[in-house]
Structure formats: C-alpha cells, structure tokens
C-alpha cells in the first residue's frame, strides 16, 4: 500500500486538511472554519479517518510550545483566540488518531516546503516571510529549523516610523511593530479600504514596502540566508516586491555582499501550497524518525 502522510495547516482562519504521498503530491485537500477547539477538532478527526496515514505534520498559528520538554509542549499558547488558549492540541490529535505528529508554527511549515521542494530548494538556508493577516517568519539552516528557547517572532520586531505615516499601528501588544504597521488588518484600518482594492499608487504601498525592507535588511544582517522568500496575500499585490527591493538596497547602502536582488528576494514557486508541502514533508521527516 502506498505510504500516506497528512498535513494541517492549522490557521487563524481555516484548517487546511490534506493527504498527500512519499513525492509529496496532494492527493486530497479540504479546508474548515476556524471556530472553537469543540467545532474543529472533530472535524480533523473525521477527515484523518478515512485514510491510512503513518504520520502528520502540522503547522499551527501560535505562539506554541515548541519544547519537547515542556509540560505543555504541543499546547497553543498566549494566542488573541481566546477558545484556544492553553489547548493540547498535539495531545488531543495524537491521542484520538494514533498517529505521531511533528509539530512547528505555519510559517515554519511553509518555510520547509519552499526548502524541501520549492524557492530554497537545494540551498543550505532561507527565510520564508508570510505577510498576511499577520506577519510571521520561519528560518532553515542546514535542515534545521533556526530556534531557541521558542520559534522566532520575526513578525513582531520593531521598524522605524516613516515621518510622512501618521497611523499609529494595529499590533494589540506593540502597536507599532512590523504586523502593527504592514499587515493586511493595519493597512486596512490606516486607510478603510481593503488593500486589494487600492490603487497601485496609493502611498500606503511606500510605507508598507518600507516597513518590510527593513525587516528583510535586519533579516539579512542578523541570519546572512541564501535566499529570502516572501509570501502571503499581501505580497501579492504586483507593485510591492520592486519598492521593496529598491528600499532594501538603499538602506543596506552595499554594506554586505549579498546574492544577486532578483535571486535573493524572491516570491514561493510553490504557489499557495508552501504550507501544504512542507506539513506533509515534516509527516515524512517524522514518520522516517519514528521507525
């Protein structure tokens, strides 16, 4: 029988639910609401039944507990989704489906999809940015997730204002860090208009492509990745890259060498599936590390 592996994109959103094979081709894919653990849980449960699957990544929207040694490793965290507060999620899952699960943040997975098979693929390093409803990012290096005592928040450092925004900044706990001022909810609020129905002209696109060169340009001084991937809804409004690109080159001023711009910052080639890939990529890794 051919080997199945799951994936779970557990987002803020949806749960993205998916079997795939040893290629990590899909084969099959559902998506749910995100409610509440009582509603979605089960939901999981009924999917993952129907098939034989030997082992399931899953990437989850955090802060998670990441330490194996931890008490409440495999738990959502200190998360703005109040009903998933302190839930075991990996507890609940490997106890109802008898099935071992790797366990890492959504943006992690997405950033081992691009690594395994996409973007980054046949590289030693990378960083997969989401900019999204929020902003999250994910580190590899030399097949490793780059971690310490938790999973980076790369989302969360803090940029300089641009003289000319006056919005103050969306993030409930910094206000004005990099998701507070260049998410898909921060620009919506500073201008009442959904991004995807601005003008490409609109200044709002200066800011936020300012915003997030800066995080690249400390991304590229703090890790020297290989290749920088960016992702996510927000990216994909088609005057973005270029500003973000240009703005990156002007504030590092040539101080370091770097990969070639048009090579080093880079959009997924895996399209919307990153995050799909890499969960059924990390159901390999674990089923091959549990025999």
């Known amino acids: 029988m051919t080997e199945q592996y799951g994936s779970i994109e557990a987002g803020g959103t949806k749960f993205v639910l998916a079997i795939g094979n040893k290629n990590l081709e899909i084969m099959e894919r559902i998506s749910i609401p995100t409610s509440t653990p009582s509603e979605t849980i089960p939901k999981i449960i009924e999917f993952f039944k129907k098939f034989n699957v030997c082992a399931i990544g899953l990437g989850c929207f955090g802060p998670i507990d990441l330490k194996k040694d931890s008490p409440t490793y495999g738990y959502i965290t200190n998360t703005p989704k109040i009903d998933w507060q302190m839930f075991d999620i990996?507890?609940?899952?490997?106890?109802?489906?008898?099935?071992?699960?790797?366990?890492?943040?959504?943006?992690?997975?997405?950033?081992?999809?691009?690594?395994?098979?996409?973007?980054?693929?046949?590289?030693?390093?990378?960083?997969?940015?989401?900019?999204?409803?929020?902003?999250?990012?994910?580190?590899?290096?030399?097949?490793?997730?780059?971690?310490?005592?938790?999973?980076?928040?790369?989302?969360?450092?803090?940029?300089?204002?641009v003289e000319a925004d006056t919005y103050e900044g969306n993030c409930p706990f910094h206000r004005d860090c990099l998701e507070g001022l260049a998410a898909g909810p921060a620009i919506e609020k500073r201008t009442g208009i959904k991004?995807?129905?601005?003008?490409?002209?609109?200044?709002?696109?200066?800011?936020?492509?300012?915003?997030?060169?800066?995080?690249?340009?400390?991304?590229?001084?703090?890790?020297?990745?290989?290749?920088?991937?960016?992702?996510?809804?927000?990216?994909?409004?088609?005057?973005?890259?270029?500003?973000?690109?240009?703005?990156?080159?002007?504030?590092?001023?040539?101080?370091?060498?770097?990969?070639h711009i048009d090579e080093y910052l880079v959009l997924p080639t895996l399209g919307d599936n990153p995050g799909t890939i890499g969960c059924l990529a990390l159901a390999k890794k674990k089923q091959t590390l549990s025999n």
């Open 195 to 259: 991004g995807q129905e601005m003008g490409q002209d609109d200044p709002t696109w200066d800011f936020v492509a300012d915003y997030l060169a800066q995080a690249i340009y400390n991304t590229t001084l703090i890790l020297s990745p290989e290749k920088i991937i960016l992702g996510g809804g927000v990216i994909k409004q088609p005057q973005l890259l270029p500003k973000i690109k240009e703005k990156f080159k002007q504030l590092l001023n040539e101080y370091v060498s770097y990969p």
């Open 90 to 161: 990996v507890g609940v899952l490997e106890k109802e489906l008898a099935v071992p699960i790797l366990f890492t943040t959504d943006v992690n997975a997405a950033c081992y999809g691009e690594y395994v098979a996409g973007a980054a693929k046949g590289l030693s390093s990378c960083v997969y940015y989401t900019i999204g409803t929020g902003i999250g990012a994910g580190a590899m290096n030399m097949g490793e997730f780059v971690e310490g005592f938790s999973h980076p928040e790369m989302g969360h450092m803090i940029v300089r204002k």
